[in-house]
């Protein structure tokens, strides 16, 4: 079973004097100051967390867009399961003009929760979750990427655990070959011999060969420069619709990661069952209609949701 008793923090231990630290790309830019490699980027995003939030010695699972929503779906249903609250985001004009309303309340487009559940082993203190539904601009990743690992480095984070999903089926930006004949595919990808250590614990086959994109893309390159424990968990989708199936998938390995969270997969597949229901009813009237003119047999008759 994995375990994070030995773990070695998520930041990078370096032993090199002041001056030589104070030049590393890990301990700068800072969230609110940006070195010479920084400034050519930008100013860097901001990451706006509550005073009282519990991020200290956490281990972070970051969800952002992917095929079939599958990120999304593992994200929210973590928050909803830990009991996770909102605690912060992330700052940029950049990030599209959009704001999430949840109870009828605005909160950025790129969101963070924490919250302390019990984690049965040594050094994680909390986990955090980080979501974002809205796609990050392609020239924006890097310097997020920056502001997101300054801030883990500040916070201590443990770990890393990046979701992500690919299809076969629906253009993704991955190029992902795996060798089995499945299409319920987990691959892994680690950025140390740890997290390699803990993706074949965990029971997950290694990528061999591929390309990872976007924020997944940028985020594992950056860790493994920097020597930080992070890994990437790719779930194979149907694509084009939400795929609950792929999501718990997902769950299943983060149980063995975590075994004390008890997170429990099955509110997940009656989701999948009830999407695929509602799909099936729409492919039986689309077909029906078709054939028959009749008004009755219309629109009406396609619910869904």
């Not at 916070?155 to 299409?183: N, P, R, T, Y």
């Not at 893309?217 to 020597?227: C, D, I, S, T």
């Not at 299943?252 to 695929?276: G, W």
């Amino acid at each position: 079973m994995p375990s994070f008793t030995s773990l070695p923090f998520f930041h990078r231990h370096d032993t090199a004097p002041p001056e030589r630290l104070r030049a590393t790309a890990l301990l700068s830019p800072s969230i609110n100051t940006t070195d010479e490699r920084a400034w050519f980027m930008g100013e860097l995003p901001r990451v706006k967390v509550s005073d009282g939030a519990v991020t200290e010695g956490a281990l972070v699972i970051s969800c952002f867009p992917g095929v079939s929503h599958v990120s999304s779906i593992v994200a929210h249903y973590l928050i909803e399961r830990l009991e996770l609250q909102f605690v912060g985001g992330v700052a940029d004009s950049r990030l599209p003009p959009v704001a999430l309303i949840h109870e009828g309340k605005p909160m950025p487009p790129v969101r963070m929760y924490a919250g302390k559940p019990v984690c049965n082993m040594e050094q994680c203190d909390s986990v955090v979750v980080l979501v974002s539904e809205a796609p990050v601009p392609p020239k924006l990743m890097l310097p997020l990427s920056e502001a997101l690992l300054s801030y883990s480095h500040e916070k201590k984070f443990q770990a890393g655990v990046l979701i992500d999903s690919f299809s076969h089926q629906q253009e993704s930006g991955h190029e992902v070959m795996d060798s089995d004949d499945s299409d319920e595919t987990l691959l892994g990808i680690g950025a140390t011999d740890w997290a390699l250590e803990q993706l074949t614990e965990m029971g997950i086959p290694l990528l061999d060969s591929g390309m990872i994109a976007g924020m997944s893309g940028v985020l594992l390159g950056e860790g493994r420069r920097r020597k930080l424990n992070m890994m990437c968990i790719m779930a194979e989708a149907i694509g084009g619709i939400p795929d609950a199936r792929a999501a718990a998938r997902v769950i299943e390995k983060l149980n063995k990661l975590l075994p004390a969270m008890q997170l429990d997969t099955e509110p997940l597949l009656e989701e999948a069952e009830r999407i695929e229901a509602q799909i099936k009813v729409m492919m039986e009237n689309q077909l029906g209609s078709s054939g028959d003119d009749d008004p009755d047999d219309g629109p009406n008759a396609m619910l869904y949701g």
